[in-house]
């Protein structure tokens, strides 16, 4: 996989870039000349390198983009440095992949990390001799296809269910006796007839929606290769009957995870399914709130899908380049920045000698780095580019159940055939 203007990676890649480009939104800000630099320097010593990240509400004075300025002074180049929305910047890869103008170091969510690595956009960690054995398997494997590693987590976040504490005092329930399927049903019905309402979570039919099903459908046992098993049925049971009961609301169905936590921070949730990136809003809510993991089906934690992003190295027609690329990749993972790196973006550090310090110094954290250790990236167990396949069908599925036009088994039987067709 040494270039992408001749070989055989082009005629694929043209097709993904067509996929992608009809499915989404592309801004129509131009890339300000960030690829060039990557195209038209050459050498590993000296220059300018590009990188491209998914975080364009940091500017040049906050700290992200300071330790991205610092890891380039320390390599010896001139970082130049774009944040693009995330859907926009999978498109503008793609692009500028096909065009050989791809930026040095791409930060990419994880999800996104197979597409890229099958269309020939990546360099695998084999290639560019990036070390991730501290790293965490089951957040590493987000970044696999086939027997290769594309790049290393910056971080990760994930799902856990927040609790409002003077609701459940209210309707006798001890969040700590929360652990498994059974007693959140309890505390929910507890919690309906005090007067309050049960739990709220994202059930919309778009990504978001599978995102916050999955820790229920894995926590049952379930396998996204086989959505229609007991495992899944019941976990699709589950959040029907909540709502059937009235422990959730009809308006889950059209619920984002934004939307989802305004319902909860009006106080009248006993619990709420949410990310990290909710702690601060938490702190405003002004009504005392905990956080436990949501349970798995018959107790312990359920593994909830990762979020964050991958640190990559994308193809290069000059290979030279990957030396100083290595090196930026490397700073911007080392323990040493991993700490405030992971601050800033709200995220649990990949490897658990920085989580320990992480809870050290924030033991409210101590509940998310649980997560984190038991959650599973959307595309492991080999999925890659197949998930967004299996994805879809299952929101559906999920949309079909709760609206009441299917029952879960008819749902989730038909989104099988849906995903199994797709795949093939």
């Known amino acids: ?44 010593a000296g220059g300018t390198y590009t990188i491209w990240d998914p975080y364009p509400q940091f500017d040049d004075s906050s700290e992200w983009v300071k330790l991205l300025s610092q890891c380039g002074t320390q390599a010896g180049v001139t970082v130049k440095r774009t944040g693009y929305d995330t859907t926009d910047l999978t498109n503008k890869a793609l692009l500028a992949a096909q ?37 965490s398997p089951n957040l590493l494997a987000a970044g696999r296809l086939g027997d290769k590693t594309y790049g290393i987590p910056i971080g990760a976040n994930t799902l856990a269910l927040y609790y409002n504490k003077e609701v459940l005092k209210k309707a006798g329930v001890d969040a700590d006796e929360v652990k498994d399927w059974a007693s959140l049903t309890a505390a929910l019905e507890k919690v309906k007839a005090a007067g309050k309402k049960g739990i709220t979570f994202a059930a919309i039919g778009t ?19 086989q959505l229609d098993s007991p495992q899944g049925v019941a976990a699709l049971s589950l959040w029907t009957d909540w709502v059937k009961k009235g422990y959730a ?13 305004q319902e909860f921070a009006t106080g009248e949730y006993a619990f709420g399914e949410n990310g990290t990136w909710q702690l601060a809003n938490a702190k405003k809510t002004g009504f005392d709130y905990g956080i436990i993991p949501i349970p798995a089906k018959d107790g312990g934690t359920a593994p909830a899908p990762t979020g964050g992003e991958f640190v990559t190295i994308p193809v290069q027609r000059d290979t030279s380049r990957y ?10 993972a080392s323990t040493e920045n991993s700490l405030t790196t992971d601050t800033t973006l709200s995220y649990i550090a990949p490897t658990e000698q920085v989580q320990a310090e992480q809870v050290e110094r924030n033991p409210e954290l101590k509940v998310w780095v649980e997560a984190v250790k038991a959650a599973k990236g959307r595309t492991s167990d080999n999925l890659g580019t197949k998930y967004p ?28 055939a849906t995903a199994a067709s797709a795949v093939q």
């Open 249 to 261: 609301p009809n308006s889950v169905i059209n619920n984002t995870q934004t939307t989802s936590w």
């Open 99 to 135: 065009q050989a103008n791809s930026p040095d170091v791409l930060i990419v969510d994880n999800p996104v990390v197979s597409t890229l690595a099958e269309a020939g956009v990546l360099t695998s960690t084999d290639e560019t001799k990036i070390d991730t054995s501290a790293v």
């Open 323 to 332: 030396d100083v690329s290595r090196k930026l990749v490397t700073c911007l």
């Open 389 to 416: 396949k299996i994805s879809e069908p299952m929101w559906k599925a999920m949309q079909a159940a709760l609206s009441g036009s299917q029952s879960p088994q008819e749902a989730l039987t038909a989104a099988q």
């Open 1 to 44: 996989m040494k270039s992408l203007d001749k070989g055989r990676h082009a005629a694929g890649l043209g097709l993904v870039v067509l996929a992608v480009a009809g499915g989404l939104t592309a801004c129509s800000s131009q890339p300000d000349g960030t690829g060039a630099s990557s195209a038209g320097a050459s050498g590993a």
């Open 207 to 225: 990504e978001e929606g599978s995102f916050q099903f999955l820790p229920w459908f894995w926590g049952a046992g379930a396998q996204l290769t």
